[in-house]
């Protein structure tokens, strides 16, 4: 990762070359925080990132806030988890630097798994007790 000083303040490439790999952008969507939906907040997110030649992200610069810090650092956080198919000169990949714009809408919210809900045992809780406390008990 290269430190913010190094992203550019902004696209200096009008034409965007670099195109988000949706299949990266499928498997890690920007999740809604709970706080930001339960409130009724919308917003838009604005980034720029730097792409590097094998398509991994190089920098990433918030360039457009939400006015929502919580819909910024998710944006920010999934950005940062997607990969790029890098833009190509003759051939060969070349590194590039894209606007990427995401939205939270409240009808299209998709919400981070709760590892704690994940991981629960969905038995009730007296059930483990009883089995452990008559593992050695017979039954007719």
């Known amino acids: 990762w290269a430190a913010w000083a190094e992203c550019p303040e902004s696209d200096p ?23 930001a939906h339960r409130d009724g907040v919308e917003g ?39 990969k790029f198919i890098p833009a190509g000169s003759e051939g060969a990949p ?3 630097v894209v606007r990427v714009t995401v939205p939270f809408t409240l009808d299209s919210a998709v919400f981070k798994p709760d590892q704690s809900e994940a991981s629960r045992d969905p038995r009730p809780r007296h059930f483990s007790r009883m089995h452990k406390a008559n593992a050695g008990a017979r039954w007719p």
């Not at 965007?16 to 949706?22: L, M, N, V, W």
């Not at 590097?52 to 806030?65: P, Y």
């Open 94 to 96: 070349v590194p590039d």
């Open 44 to 82: 838009e997110v604005s980034i720029l990132v730097g792409v590097a030649g094998d398509g991994s992200i190089s920098c990433q610069r918030l360039i457009r806030s939400s006015l929502n810090r919580d819909l910024d650092r998710a944006a920010m956080e999934a950005v940062r988890r997607w």
């Open 13 to 35: 490439i009008p034409q965007q070359r670099a195109k988000i790999d949706h299949s990266y952008q499928a498997e890690h969507p920007p999740y809604y925080p709970k706080a």
